[in-house]
Structure formats: C-alpha cells, structure tokens
C-alpha cells in the first residue's frame, strides 16, 4: 500500500510519537499573566 511507501522517506507516520525528547509540561498560567488584579 502506499502507506507503506511513505515510510521510506524517512519521515515517521503522525500516528507515530516523534523521535524528539518530549517537551517540558507547561507551566500553570501565572495569576499576574492572567490579567487578575
């Protein structure tokens, strides 16, 4: 199929996770950064 195909461009299927280490959690919203008083 060319499902299989695409995978010899080297280029890992989306479905895939990717080979990059996977990024930091996001920090919670600071209240200044929200707008609160």
Known sequence: GSG???A???AP????AP???PKPPAPP???AAA???
């Open 8 to 10: 010899s461009s080297g």
């Open 35 to 37: 707008g609160s008083p």
């Open 13 to 16: 299927p989306a479905r895939s």
């Open 29 to 31: 919203p600071s209240p």
């Open 4 to 6: 299989t195909r695409r």
């Open 19 to 21: 080979a990059q280490a």
